[in-house]
């Protein structure tokens, strides 16, 4: 079963960076994709890019995203969260935004599937992992998750929809 679900994370990875593309009108025989928006980690791109630089950060490939958004992004912690010392992660504020601007999805093949267990950090993500309340938490929660309560989860407690438990796991559409 984790190996499925590992498989499918890997799919699903796949998945979102080609559907992030859009083909171009180009002749039959030629066919140029154009990068959309890179969301590895949901809402990251969405709350800490600037409009200014949102085609720059989507087109800039991950090894380069560190050096060339880690000032913005930490600028942008600390506006949102002036008393940001460390994280649930025991991460500082350049440590935190150095990992958050390289936006990648971690896979780990030894590690159980999570965004965030409290153990185990960036091994993937598991379609129950709440993606956004790990965020919350990190940005806002302090050192032992514990701070700004009100800051720390969107307050949505499930999926409207249950996943299937056999290939492709999503639940059909309404």
């Known amino acids: 079963m984790k190996l499925s679900i590992r498989l499918f994370t890997l799919l699903a990875a796949g998945t979102v960076l080609f559907t992030a593309c ?6 039959p ?8 928006d890179q969301m590895a980690r949901p809402a990251i791109n969405t709350v800490f890019v600037s409009t200014a630089d949102k085609d ?13 958004f880690a000032a ?5 912690l600390l506006a949102l969260n002036a008393g940001y010392t460390t994280n649930a992660l025991g991460q500082n504020a350049d440590q ?16 159980p599937t999570t965004f965030f267990d409290g153990t185990n950090i960036l091994t993937g993500r598991a379609l129950a992992d709440d993606v956004i309340d790990v965020e919350l938490l990190l940005l806002f929660g302090g050192p032992t998750g514990g701070s700004n309560p009100g800051l720390t989860s969107d307050n949505v407690s499930a ?9 492709p796991y999503l ?4």
């Open 56 to 68: 720059m950060f989507n087109t800039t490939v991950p090894s380069a995203m560190g050096a060339a």
């Open 96 to 111: 935190f935004t150095g990992l958050l601007a390289t936006d990648v999805l971690n896979v780990s093949t030894t590690a």
């Open 171 to 174: 639940a059909t559409p309404h």
């Open 29 to 36: 025989t030629q066919v140029v994709y154009e990068m959309g």
């Open 72 to 76: 913005k992004f930490k600028a942008r």
């Open 22 to 27: 859009k083909k171009e009108n180009t002749p």
């Open 159 to 167: 999926n409207d929809k249950a996943f299937l438990t056999s290939f």
